[in-house]
């Protein structure tokens, strides 16, 4: 499910809690006013007004805001690595064609999760203080690392650049798009061509400055 900004006339009244299951109701109730508000504009007892229950009840299951946002965070990361994993699919047919899917696959997380994407990157959790959400956020970037593992498998080894920078280059380079210019909120900027065509030139640009031929291995 995409978590959209409502389009507007959309109801914005909280909803009625008619199930057992607490804990998810309040990550839904967060998702949804973080694609309304973002990721700063609602409090800890307006998520639990939304989810239709009191604002002592989500004390339950989270010592306070920052908490439930750690746990929409993560559970957008989980999502998030299994989306670039499927992506990357071991690397197949090649490095490059597998890369480039990578990066499409990123744009598009963003552009269809626009509120993980933000509890993710843009709520500022205290990551340092959350092993398990510090820890779902580096299996995600594993899948880059390895990524970029096998483009500089491909390099001649005299002046291979290392994998973690060419990792973290191509990360800042998705990453810069998708926020300028591939997402599904008020962050879309105009631009004469798809963020898809971006990337990729913009992927192309650096691995052939690296001396890298990216048409193949």
Known sequence: MSWRKDEPGERDAPRSYHHGNLREALIRAALELIARKGTAGFTFAEAARFAGVSPAAPYRHFRDRDELMASVALRGFEQFEAALARAWDGGRPDAFTALDRVGKTYLEFARGEPAFYSAMFEAGVPVAANPTLREAGERAFAVLRGAAEAVCAAMPATGRPPALMVALHIWAMAHGVASLFGRGDGAQR???????????????????????????P
């Open 190 to 216: 105009a631009l004469p061509m798809s963020p898809e065509e971006l990337l990729e030139a913009h992927v192309l640009v650096y691995l052939r400055g690296l001396g890298v031929n990216a048409a193949g």
